[in-house]
C-alpha cells in the first residue's frame, strides 16, 4: 500500500497491480496495516482524523476523530481491531475498539520515542507513563485491556522501552544524559540494572537478539556492550575505531569507477541514453588489505544530539550477526559474528548510510546509502545492484517483505519493488 | 751506606779552593741526585799541586805528626816507631797507606754501588710521578663527570617534582570539574522538574479543556461492527478476568523460565561430561609421578578417595544433577588433579633447563653424553655420506661430461677388459674341455679293456656252464629226468642264450659305455656267483636289456676295484 497526497493505493506485492483505491478527506501522513492485513488506517495528524478501510469490503469505512484533542500518533493493537490513538501533548492514548465502537483512555503517557510496546506475540502491551516527575510502566492484557502490573522506574527520564522477543522481559532505558539500562520482567518485578559509565553521553539505540539471549546497547562513546540474559551483566565491549588492525576482518570497500568515453562518439544534442550513462557510475565492491582507516569525522563540540556514537543496531534473524553503525564513521557498516564476538566485515561505502536491514529469514543485510544503488551482503559476499531506470533514484529507505524474497526501496517521492531470485537447490 | 762525614780538612793553602767541592753534609739518597757527589779524578798535576800543599818542607813534621794523630784517631797503628819518637816506622806507614788505600777502593766501589742505585730511584720517581700525573688527571676528569651528572639528576628531580605537581594539579582540576558537573546536573534536574509540573498544569488545564467542550466531535463513525479477530465476543470486565490475566501472565513467566532451566540444565550435563573426561584425562597423564613414594603418601590417600569420588559421581550423576555437595567435589577434585598436572609439568620443565645448564644430575649427564657421542657419530657419519656423493656426482658429473673421444676411448677401455675376461675364460674352458677329453679317452680305453676282459670271462664262463650242463646231463643220463634237472638245464640253456645276447648288445652298446661309466650310482651289496646266477634268472624275464648291463658294469667295476 502507498499513499499519495490523500489518496490511498493498494497493489499487489508480486505484481504491482492496483487492487484498490481510496480517497481520504486530507493528506495522509501515516498508514499502516492492521496484523491481518485486512485494515488499513490512514491518520491525518493535521486534522486529527483515521481512516480505516478494508480490504475484504472495499464499501466498508471508519473514521475517527479525535477533535480537538488534535492526533500526534496512531498505531494498531497487535488484535488489529483497535486502534491507539496519540493525542497532542501526549494528553491521553486513546483506545479505539473496532469491534465494539468503545473507547478507552490512558492518561499521563510518556512523550518519548518508544513510548508503547507490544509483545511479540501480542499479548501485553506496555505503556510508559509520567506522572510528577516520575516514570511509571504500566502493562496491559491487550484482550481486554486490562491493567496487570503498574510499577515505577527508576530513569531519570525514561527514554524508551523494550519487550524482548520471548515476551518476558521488558527492558527500559534512560535518557542520554544518563547511562542506564534496566530490565524488568513480565511481571514487574526489576531483574537487573546495568550501568556502564557515569557522565559521558549514555544509550543511543538498543537491539535485543531474536533468541532473547543478548541485549545489545549502543553508546554515544561509540562502544556496543552486550549483556546477556542469564546474568545480565556484560558480555563484551565491541569497539569501532576508526582504524582496523585484525587480520581477520573482511573490509569491502565500494570503489567507483566512471565509464570511459571516446572524445569521438560524443554527439550532440547528447541523446539521452548517453548522457545517462555519462553521469552515472558504476561501483563495486573491492577487499582491502588491513590496516584499513576509514573515514572519520569529527563531532561538533557544542551541538546538542551530536553525531557520535553507534546510532543503529540490528541483528540478523538466525542470530548470528549484529550490523552496527557508528556515527562517528558515518559510511561504514560494521558486522559483528555473535558467535565468536569479533568484527567479520566492515563494509565501507562511498555515501553516509542511511538505513539498513536484515532479511527476515537469512542471514541477508541489505544496505541503501542515498545513491541509486541497493548493497547486499551475506557471508558469501556482497553485491552492488543498481536500480535501473532513467535519472537518479536515491533510495532513503528500504524494508524487506517477511518472506526475504522481495524488497521495497524508497525514495522521496518514488518507490520500487527489488525481486531477489531464489537459488534452486 | 755509613754516613758520609767527610772531613772537612783545614785549609793549609790557598790553591786548594777548587777542590772542596767535595765536601758535603749528610744527606738523604733522594737529593744525592742533585749534587755532583763524584770528584772527577784531578789531573797528577793538580794532584802534585794537592799533595804539596798539605806537606811542604818546612812544616814535614807538623804534617807528619798530624798525619799520625788522624791515622791513630781512625785506628791505624801509629806510624812512628814504638820506640823511638820521632821517627817514622816505614813499614807501619806502608801498611797504613795499604789500608788506606783499600779503604778508598772500597769506598770507590761503594760510591758506585749507590750511584747505580741513585739512577734507579731516580727513574722509578719518575715513572711513579707520571703516574701520579695521570690518576691525577683521571681523577679530575671523574669529578668533572660526576659533578655534571649530579646536575643532571638534579634537573630531572626537578622536572620529576614539576611533573608531580602538574599532574595533581590536573587531577584537582578533574575534581574540581567533576563536583561542577555533578552540582550542575542536580541543578538542572531541579530545574527540569519544575519545568515539567508547570508542563503538567498546562496539559491538565488543555485536558480539562478539551473534556469540556463537546464530545460531539470525538466520534467514530464505523459502517458496521467488525468482527473480532478471533472470533470472540467481547468480555466484561470482572475480576475473573483479572484473575484470569494474573494466571496466565504467570504462566507465559514459568514457561519461559523452565525453557531456561532445561536448557541450563543441559548444559550443565555436557560441562559435567567434559569435566569428568578433562578430569580422565589429566588421571591418565599423571602415572608417573604416582610411583615416588613421597608423592604416594600424600597423594596416593587423596587420588585413592578421589578414585571413590568418581564412581561415586559416576553414580550420583545420574540421580542427583544438581546436588551442591557433588558440584562442589568435583570442581575440586578437578582442581586437585589440574595442580598436580601443573606441578608435574612444572617439574619436567625445571628438568630441561637444568639440564640445557648443564648441572650435576647423574641421569642426565650420562645420557647426555651418550647423546652427544650420538650425535658426533652421526654427524661424522652423514659427514662422509656426504662426501661419498659428491665424490660419486663428480663421478658421474665426469662420466655425463667427458667428450665423444673420450666416451669412446672409456667404453673401448670396458670393452677391453671384459674380451681379456672373457678370453680368460675361454682358456679356462678350454683346459677343462681337454681335460675331460683326456679322462673320457681314458675311460673309453678302460672300458674297451673292461669289455675284452668280460668278454674272455664269459666264454670262460660259458665254457664252465656248457662243461657243467655236459657232466649234468651226462649224470642225468644215468638217472631218470626229473622236474629239476630239467628245470635246471633249461635254466642253463636259457642263461647261454642270455649270454649270447649280451654279447651282441654289449657290442652294440660299446660306445655308450663311458657315459654310462661316468655315471654310475651307488654300488650294491657285493654279490657272489650263486646270487648273480639268481639275479640273471630273476632279470631275465625283463625284457629290458639296459638293466642286465648295469649290473654286469656295476659287479665288473666291483671287481675291478678289487
Known amino acids: 500500500a502507498s499513499c499519495v497526497q490523500h489518496r490511498l493505493v493498494v497493489r499487489d506485492a508480486s505484481t504491482l497491480q492496483i487492487l484498490h483505491l481510496y480517497s481520504c478527506t486530507d493528506q495522509i501522513q501515516y498508514i499502516e496495516w492492521s496484523s491481518d492485513s485486512q485494515f488499513i488506517l490512514c491518520a491525518m495528524y493535521k486534522r486529527g ?349 528500504l524494508s524487506w517483505h517477511s518472506s526475504g524474497d522481495s524488497m521495497l526501496l524508497l525514495s522521496k517521492d518514488h518507490f520500487c519493488v527489488c525481486y531477489l531470485e531464489r537459488e534452486e537447490v | 751506606m755509613g754516613d758520609w762525614r767527610t772531613v772537612t780538612v783545614p785549609l793549609l793553602s790557598s790553591d786548594s779552593k777548587s777542590i772542596f767541592p767535595y765536601t758535603s753534609e749528610r744527606k738523604s739518597p733522594a737529593s744525592m741526585s742533585s749534587e755532583v757527589l763524584r770528584l772527577p779524578l784531578p789531573s797528577s798535576k793538580s794532584m802534585h799541586s794537592f799533595f804539596s800543599a798539605f806537606c811542604t818542607e818546612e812544616n814535614i813534621e807538623q804534617s807528619i805528626s798530624y798525619i799520625d794523630r788522624e791515622l791513630t784517631t781512625m785506628g791505624f797503628p801509629s806510624i812512628f816507631a814504638e820506640s823511638k819518637g820521632k821517627e817514622l816506622d816505614l813499614v807501619s806507614m806502608v801498611n797504613c797507606m795499604n789500608e788506606l788505600l783499600v779503604l778508598q777502593h772500597k769506598n770507590l766501589r761503594a760510591q758506585e754501588e749507590i750511584e747505580i742505585q741513585h739512577l734507579k730511584l731516580g727513574s722509578d720517581m719518575d715513572h711513579l710521578q707520571n703516574c701520579y700525573s695521570k690518576l691525577k688527571e683521571q681523577l679530575e676528569l671523574s669529578k668533572r663527570e660526576i659533578v655534571g651528572l649530579q646536575e643532571r639528576d638534579r634537573q630531572l628531580q626537578s622536572k620529576n617534582r614539576n611533573l608531580h605537581q602538574l599532574l595533581k594539579n590536573e587531577k584537582d582540576e578533574v575534581q574540581k570539574l567533576q563536583n561542577v558537573i555533578s552540582s550542575r546536573a542536580t541543578q538542572y534536574n531541579h530545574d527540569m522538574k519544575r519545568k515539567e509540573r508547570e508542563y503538567n498544569k498546562l496539559k491538565e488545564r488543555l485536558h480539562q479543556l478539551v473534556m469540556n467542550k463537546k464530545d460531539k466531535k470525538l466520534a467514530m463513525e464505523v459502517l458496521n461492527y467488525v468482527g473480532r479477530a478471533d472470533g470472540k465476543r467481547g468480555a466484561w470486565r470482572t475480576d475473573k478476568t483479572e484473575a484470569r490475566n494474573e494466571e496466565e501472565m504467570y504462566k507465559v513467566l514459568l514457561s519461559d523460565y523452565e525453557q531456561r532451566q532445561k536448557q541450563l540444565l543441559l548444559e550443565n550435563t555436557e560441562l559435567k561430561k567434559v569435566l569428568q573426561q578433562m578430569k580422565k584425562d589429566i588421571i591418565s597423564l599423571l602415572p608417573p609421578q604416582k610411583q615416588k613414594p613421597k608423592e604416594r603418601s600424600e597423594d596416593g590417600l587423596v587420588l585413592s578417595d578421589q578414585e571413590e569420588d568418581i564412581g561415586e559421581l559416576n553414580k550420583e550423576n545420574m540421580w542427583e544433577l544438581s546436588c551442591e555437595t557433588v558440584r562442589e567435589q568435583l570442581t575440586n577434585s578437578i582442581r586437585k588433579q589440574w595442580r598436580m598436572l601443573k606441578n608435574h609439568v612444572e617439574k619436567l620443565d625445571n628438568q630441561v633447563s637444568r639440564g640445557h645448564s648443564g648441572a650435576l644430575n647423574e641421569k642426565d649427564v650420562i645420557s647426555r653424553e651418550d647423546h652427544e657421542l650420538e650425535t658426533g657419530k652421526l654427524e661424522l657419519e652423514i659427514q662422509q655420506c656426504k662426501e661419498m656423493i659428491r665424490t660419486q656426482q663428480q663421478l658421474l658429473q665426469q662420466q655425463l661430461t667427458c667428450d665423444d673421444d673420450t666416451t669412446l676411448l672409456l667404453q673401448d677401455c670396458y670393452l677391453l677388459e671384459e674380451r681379456e675376461r672373457l678370453q680368460e675364460e675361454w682358456r679356462l674352458f678350454r683346459e677343462q674341455k681337454k681335460n675331460f677329453e683326456k679322462e673320457r679317452k681314458s675311460f673309453t680305453e678302460a672300458a674297451i679293456r673292461l669289455g675284452l676282459e668280460r668278454k674272455a670271462f664269459e666264454e670262460d664262463r660259458g665254457a664252465w656252464l656248457k662243461h657243467q650242463f655236459l657232466s649234468m646231463t651226462a649224470d642225468c643220463k644215468s638217472e631218470n629226468a626229473t622236474t629239476p634237472s630239467a628245470f635246471l638245464r633249461s635254466k642253463y640253456l636259457v642263461q647261454i642264450m642270455f649270454l649270447q645276447k649280451l654279447r651282441l648288445v654289449r657290442s652294440s652298446s660299446q660306445q655308450k659305455r663311458p657315459p654310462s661309466v661316468l655315471s654310475t650310482t651307488a654300488s650294491p651289496e657285493p654279490c657272489q656267483i650263486s646270487q648273480y646266477i639268481t639275479q640273471n634268472s630273476v632279470a631275465s624275464e625283463k625284457p629290458a636289456a639296459d638293466y642286465l648291463p648295469n649290473l654286469w658294469v656295476e659287479s665288473d667295476d666291483k671287481e675291478e676295484t678289487e
Request: hydrophobic fraction near 40%; glycine fraction near 4%.
Open chain 1, 49 to 397: 482524523i483515521v481512516q480505516v478501510w478494508s480490504l475484504e469490503q472495499p464499501d466498508w469505512h471508519c473514521k475517527i476523530d479525535e477533535g480537538s484533542a488534535g492526533l500526534v500518533a496512531s498505531c494498531w493493537s497487535p488484535d488489529g481491531r483497535h486502534i491507539l490513538n496519540t493525542t497532542e501533548f501526549h494528553l491521553r492514548i486513546t483506545v479505539w475498539s473496532l469491534c465494539t465502537k468503545s473507547v478507552s483512555y490512558i492518561k499521563y503517557p510518556k512523550a518519548c520515542q518508544q513510548g508503547v510496546a507490544f509483545t511479540k506475540d501480542g499479548r501485553y502491551m506496555a505503556v510508559a507513563e509520567r506522572r510528577d516527575c516520575k516514570d511509571f510502566i504500566s502493562i496491559f492484557v491487550c484482550r481486554n485491556w486490562q491493567l496487570l502490573r503498574h510499577f515505577d522506574t527508576e530513569t531519570q527520564d525514561l527514554f524508551g522501552i523494550e519487550w524482548a522477543p520471548n515476551g518476558c522481559v521488558l527492558a527500559v532505558w534512560d535518557t542520554c544524559l544518563e547511562y542506564k539500562v534496566l530490565l524488568y520482567s513480565l511481571d514487574g518485578r526489576l531483574l537487573s540494572s546495568y550501568r556502564a559509565y557515569e557522565w559521558p553521553l549514555g544509550i543511543k539505540s538498543i537491539a535485543w537478539s531474536p533468541s532473547s539471549q543478548f541485549l545489545a546497547i549502543g553508546s554515544f562513546d561509540e562502544k556496543v556492550r552486550i549483556l546477556n540474559h542469564v546474568t545480565w551483566k556484560k558480555i563484551t565491549e565491541l569497539e569501532h575505531p576508526a582504524v582496523i588492525t585484525s587480520k581477520k576482518t573482511i573490509v569491502y570497500k565500494e570503489v567507483e569507477k566512471s565509464p570511459t568515453l571516446g572524445t569521438e562518439r560524443l554527439s550532440f544534442p547528447p541523446t539521452r541514453a548517453l548522457a545517462s550513462s555519462l553521469f552515472s557510475t558504476q561501483s563495486k565492491y573491492d577487499i582491502c588489505q588491513v590496516p584499513v582507516s576509514l573515514h572519520y569525522i569529527k563531532p561538533v563540540a557544542d551541538k546538542a544530539n551530536p553525531k557520535v556514537g553507534v546510532g543503529m543496531l540490528a541483528f540478523s534473524a538466525d542470530n548470528c550477526f549484529l550490523a552496527t553503525k557508528n556515527d562517528n564513521i558515518p559510511n561504514a557498516v560494521w558486522i559483528w559474528d555473535i558467535r565468536k564476538l569479533k568484527l567479520a566485515v566492515v563494509l565501507e561505502q562511498l555515501y553516509t548510510i542511511q538505513c539498513f536491514q536484515w532479511d527476515p529469514c537469512q542471514p541477508r543485510l541489505a544496505v541503501c546509502t542515498g545513491s541509486s544503488r541497493v548493497y547486499l551482503w551475506s557471508p558469501a559476499g556482497c553485491v552492488v545492484v543498481k536500480v535501473p531506470g532513467e535519472g537518479d533514484f536515491q533510495i532513503v529507505s
